[in-house]
């Protein structure tokens, strides 16, 4: 029997290079990169198109997905909501929020007590068109009190509607479970963009994630798309990560992005600096791969 054809190998690079492929070079991805077209100007009334970043295991690099999209949308001259919708609150604390110190959150507006506006909740970041929806600890409690809401799956999609005519573009940072949080992030949203990190465990979990956004599909939200898959924490130096990237294009083909974000220090000194890497480390390979998939984002939308 003939052996399994393998993809064409990119040219090595460090992990703080830029992606840098000309049009029709081959990738990480062993494809041919695309020839990404220039931003446009983003188009007036602000369209609020709604994307879930969701994975169900922890530590894929959603949460810094999530901010540093977010921050490379923003540079695109989008106006860029983040909603943290993790108890954790890492969203938050990743661009320089103390979850503790908070007098509102998300669950503010999720579970109300009292009469609470969004305007209430909404904060601005240090980042020129980034708003952020803080959460902390006291969202842990919503799974429990949303149970016993009518059309509780919609309660998240009700809390955008008042705001999604200001934005472009609102990025669902995830809780790392498929709980009720969760299906309002997806009932909500028109595309769910899946962070994958490129070790074996991450990969086996996304055939739930996948089961869990085709039922979605089917009862909640005919319209949810998958926007595409965004290989994170990838070791070109690891053959294991090279197999598992192989892998992971094998499953989901087309739908994985072409941008390949790297491990790299830069991104866990981001968090403690409580900025986005396009701010931190404006020239590093983090942030031109941020840039990169933003650019992608943008093609696909």
Partial sequence: MAGKATRPKAAGKDADDEPGYRPGEIDETGRPWPDLPEPQPPRRPPQGIIIALTNQKGGVGKT???????????ETGRQVLLVDLDPQGSLSIGLGINPHTLQRSVYDLLIPRGEVSVDEVIMASNVDGLDILPANIDLSAAEVQLVSEVAREQTLTRVLDKVKGRYDIILIDCAPSLGLLTINALTAADFVLIPLECEFFALRGVALLTDTIAKVQERLNSN??????????????????????????????????????????????????????????????????????????????
């Fill in 64 to 74: 810094t997905t999530a901010i540093n999209l977010g921050a490379a949308l923003a």
């Fill in 224 to 301: 949810l798309r998958v926007l595409g898959v965004a290989p994170t924490m990838f070791d070109h130096r690891t053959l294991h990560a090279r197999e598992v990237l192989e892998r992971v294009l094998d499953a989901f083909d087309d739908q994985v992005f072409h941008t390949v974000i790297r491990r790299t220090i830069k991104f866990p000194e981001t968090t403690v600096a409580g900025e986005p890497i396009t701010t931190y480390a404006s020239a590093s390979g983090g942030a031109q791969a941020y840039r990169s998939l933003a650019r992608e984002v943008l093609a696909r939308l």
